[in-house]
């Protein structure tokens, strides 16, 4: 039987040998220590047997390779060795099968918490938002041509400057592609949801409160976090789990930029009675590390061109306009027809 192991969403930190993922599964289970972590406490005590036999049989074969004499001009003390001399340093095959055994579960087994989800997932969108800053680099550069075109148009106040910003025009490649203006605006975009996904999963992975509802849940769905999902969505200001074994997700709303307690949207309900002296799970509310409330608006009022009103962007209106200009009347007819350069799109 193969078996594959779990890992968790920042596989770099988890180096892999090539045979990762195709362990060989004995089917001894369970294993005979039953405690939390007895996977690992198995792996101790087989490990420690094997290298106990491996070393003394290699201590033994030494003595016996030495005992013996290279001819018979040296015999004097020889010792024949007693018969079953190596039975003792042979390795018991069941040793080796719980062994194996424990090192398939330890690999498979779910030994994250919460605090392990939310760092992984800043891990993950900190490198998406690298990848979305290469692209937005690299699309920027093509629009940039704007620039140089700027500088020629705005001195161009004579008619030889005039006709030199036409010659320019006309030997290099001045226009800016729309689905390069979509890009930019796409990957600012990215660039943005990710630097909030990996501020928000940094500062909740060292938040006492929010681990507390996460781990809670986590506990109450029987969940493999190792398969679960982090999110966060700034416009609602929510931190969602989504539950590889739950109906319902657990949504944290109100961590950033809300005043006042945490809205704890819990995966599954539970019914305090006080039975068992429970205390309801909304004292762990009380741990939580209030955030900087207004910080964020008061550091991107400090940026260059910061329009708090560009909130309400809308990218498909912005195609609809350039559908609305592009089929008003009188069209224009810069093409091969009349000679003019440009051609119909």
Do not use: C
Not at 127 to 149: C, N, P, R, W, Y
Not at 196 to 224: E, K, Y
């Amino acid at each position: 039987m193969i078996v594959s192991a779990q890992l968790s969403g920042n596989t770099s930190n988890y180096p892999q040998s090539t045979h990762f993922g195709s362990l060989i599964d004995p089917n001894i289970n369970p294993l005979r220590d039953q405690s939390e972590f007895g996977m690992i406490n198995e792996m101790v005590n087989t490990a420690s047997y094997i290298s106990t036999q491996v070393a003394n049989a290699q201590a033994s074969v030494i003595e016996m390779a030495t005992g013996v004499p290279e001819s018979a001009t040296n015999i004097e003390g020889l010792i024949v060795p007693v018969a079953g001399r190596t039975d003792s340093h042979k390795i018991n095959l069941t040793e080796i099968g719980y062994f194996n055994q424990s090192i398939v579960n330890t690999a498979n087994a779910n030994f994250m918490s919460a605090q392990h989800l939310l760092h992984d997932t800043y891990e993950d969108q900190k490198h998406l938002m690298k990848q979305a800053i290469d692209q937005f680099t690299e699309v920027a550069l093509e629009i940039s041509k704007s620039g140089e075109l700027y500088d020629r148009a705005v001195t161009a106040n004579t008619d030889a400057l005039r006709i030199d910003l036409q010659n320019y025009i006309r030997s290099n490649d001045t226009q800016i592609k729309f689905e390069d203006a979509v890009m930019f605006n796409e990957s600012l975009d990215a660039i943005e949801d990710y630097a909030q996904g990996a501020s928000a999963m940094l500062w909740a992975s060292q938040d006492p409160a929010v681990l507390g509802m996460i781990n809670s849940d986590h506990i109450r769905t029987l969940s493999n976090i190792t398969e679960s999902t982090a999110t966060y969505d700034a416009w609602s200001d929510t931190l969602e789990i989504t539950w590889n074994n739950a109906v319902n997700n657990t949504a944290i709303q109100g961590i950033f930029f809300t005043e006042g307690a945490l809205n704890w949207q819990q995966a599954v309900d539970e019914v305090y009675d006080n039975y068992y002296n429970d205390m309801p799970e909304t004292s762990l509310q009380n741990m939580y590390s209030s955030y900087g409330y207004g910080s964020s608006e008061a550091v991107a009022s400090m940026g260059q061109g910061y329009v708090i009103n560009a909130k309400l962007y809308d990218p498909a209106q912005l195609q609809i306009d350039l559908i609305n200009i592009t089929n008003e009347e009188p069209t224009t007819q810069y093409n091969n027809l009349n000679g003019n350069l440009g051609g119909i799109q």
